[in-house]
C-alpha cells in the first residue's frame, strides 16, 4: 500500500471494470424473461387490462407487507399519486404544506408542489442523512402543514417511528419516499409499509430497475382507490373502462415493465443481503482511517436498503485536500466514488427561483447538517457493493493510499 498517486502518474490500485448495472444475467433471460417478453409482443395486449403490471403489484405490495401496490411510470408520480391517495388531493385547490428533508432529489419536493402542495425544507440527522424528527416538529405550521414526507435516502429508512409520534401529535399523514430504499427494514419491517403510503421508484439507477417505472404501496384501499384515479383517468380500480368518478391523469404502464421487475425481484432480497455484508466489511475497514467516517446504521435498520455507501470526509485529517480532490483520487486510482447532491435542494436553481417567484410555496429552515452533509460526502453506488471481498479491497487500499500521500510533507 502507499507509493505515488495515479492522479500523480503513479500506478492505481485497480485496472478492472466494475459490475455494470442492471446485471445483464443472460441465465435469467433464458430462464424466463425472454419467453415472458415474447408473449407480451405476440399476445397483442402491451397495456391495459394490465394483468402483469396488476400481478407485479399484488407481487411488490406481498413483498412489502401491504395489502395494496399500483404500478407506476415513475418514482415522480409514484410520489404524486401517494399524496394525492393520502391526502385526498383533486389537484386544484390548495393541499396544505408538505415536510420534506433538504437532503433529497427534486422529485420529493416537485412531486407535492404539482400536487399544489406547498413544501417546507428542514434538516436531517447527519448520522443517517434522513429527516430529523425534531427538526419536523420544530417546523409545524398548525394552520397549513398536513404531512411529512421522509425519504429514506441512500437505502437507509429515516425514524420513522420518532416521525409517527410527531405525526400523531399532530395530525399529519406521512408518505415514505422509498425510491432509493427497495427492501429495506425498520424493525423488519419494509419500507413502504410503515407511513400511510410509500412511493418507490424503478428508474436504471435504481436497486431494482426497469429503465423507468414506479410504484404506490399501501394498506388503506381509499388511499389506494384515490392513487389509482389519479393514475388511471379517475377510474376506480373495480370500474369498467368508462365511468370516471374524479379527475385523473394517464400514468398507465406497459406489460413489458412488469415482465422485467417481476424477474428481478426475485433476486432483489439475496442482493440486498450480499450488499449488506459488503457494507459491513467496508464499515469496519474503513473505520481504522483517519478522516473516513463510514456509514452509520441506526439500530432499528434491520436491513439496509444500500442504495449508496456514504462516508463522510474530514479534509482536516488529509493535510487540508478538498472532498473533491479526494474524490478525485480515489477514482484515479480505480475507484469510481461521487459525491452526491451538490447542494441542499432548496437551495439549487429552481427552488430558489421558486421561491423568489413564489414566496408562500416554498420555506427553508435552518439546515446545517444538510450543509455540511453535502460538503463533506464521498460515496459509492449499490452495484459496487454486489461485489465480491477483492473489490472491496481495492475500495478500502485505494482509500488508505491517498492519505499519505496527501498528509506528505
Ligand atoms: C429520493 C428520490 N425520490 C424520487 C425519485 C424519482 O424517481 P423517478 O426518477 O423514477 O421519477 C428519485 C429518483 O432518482 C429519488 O432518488
Redo the contacts with the bound molecule.
Keep these: 500500500m502507499g507509493g505515488k498517486l495515479a492522479i500523480d502518474g503513479g500506478t492505481p490500485v485497480r485496472t478492472r471494470g466494475w459490475p455494470e448495472w442492471p446485471e445483464s444475467r443472460a441465465e435469467a433471460w433464458d430462464q424466463g424473461i425472454s419467453a415472458e417478453l415474447r408473449e407480451v409482443f405476440l399476445g397483442g395486449v402491451e397495456g391495459s387490462p394490465a394483468t402483469r403490471a396488476n400481478a407485479f403489484a399484488t407481487q411488490f405490495a406481498d413483498y412489502c407487507g401491504v395489502a395494496h401496490g399500483e404500478m407506476m ?7 404524486m399519486a401517494a399524496l394525492t391517495g393520502v391526502l385526498d388531493l383533486d389537484g386544484f385547490r390548495d393541499g396544505g404544506e408538505v415536510i420534506v428533508p433538504n437532503y ?5 419536493a416537485s ?1 407535492a408542489l404539482d400536487r399544489r402542495c406547498s413544501v417546507a425544507f428542514v434538516d436531517i440527522d447527519p448520522r443517517t442523512r434522513t429527516i430529523d424528527p425534531a427538526a419536523v416538529e420544530d417546523a409545524i405550521d398548525p394552520g397549513r402543514t398536513v404531512a411529512i414526507l421522509p ?3 441512500g437505502g437507509h429508512p429515516a425514524d420513522m417511528t420518532s416521525l409517527q409520534g410527531v405525526a400523531d401529535r399532530h395530525g399529519l399523514k406521512i408518505i415514505e ?4 430504499a427497495h427492501g429495506a427494514e425498520i424493525d423488519g419491517r419494509k419500507v413502504g409499509s410503515v407511513g400511510d403510503a410509500g ?5 436504471s ?2 436497486n431494482l430497475t426497469s429503465g ?3 410504484m404506490v404501496t399501501t394498506d388503506d384501499r381509499e388511499t389506494w382507490a384515490r392513487a389509482v384515479a389519479f393514475k388511471d383517468c379517475g377510474r376506480h380500480p373495480t370500474g369498467e373502462a368508462w365511468p370516471h368518478p374524479r379527475i385523473g391523469g394517464n400514468f398507465r404502464t406497459s406489460e413489458y415493465l412488469a415482465v422485467l421487475l417481476s424477474a428481478r425481484l426475485e433476486t432483489l432480497e439475496a442482493e440486498t443481503v450480499r450488499r449488506n455484508e459488503n457494507a459491513a466489511y467496508l464499515r469496519e475497514q474503513l473505520g481504522t482511517v483517519p478522516g473516513i467516517t463510514p456509514p452509520h446504521v441506526a439500530p432499528y435498520v434491520t436491513m439496509h436498503g444500500y ?1 449508496h455507501f456514504m462516508v463522510l470526509y474530514d479534509s482536516d485529517a488529509f493535510g487540508g485536500r478538498s472532498r473533491d480532490a479526494f474524490a478525485a483520487a480515489v477514482r484515479a486510482e480505480g475507484i469510481p466514488v461521487g459525491s452526491g447532491y451538490t447542494a441542499p435542494l432548496s437551495d439549487t436553481a429552481p427552488l430558489r427561483h421558486l421561491a423568489e417567484a413564489h414566496p408562500s410555496l416554498v420555506r427553508r429552515l435552518p439546515c446545517p447538517n444538510a450543509e455540511s452533509v453535502v460538503d463533506r460526502s464521498v460515496r459509492l453506488t449499490h452495484a459496487h457493493l454486489l461485489g465480491n471481498q477483492d473489490d472491496m479491497d481495492d475500495i478500502v487500499e485505494a482509500v488508505v493510499k491517498v492519505r499519505p500521500a496527501f498528509t506528505a510533507g
Design positions: 411510470p415513475h418514482g415522480t408520480d409514484s410520489l433529497t432529489f427534486v422529485a420529493t412531486a425519504v429514506h435516502v419516499d422509498c425510491a432509493q412511493a418507490f421508484s424503478f428508474q439507477s435504481k423507468e417505472g414506479g442504495h
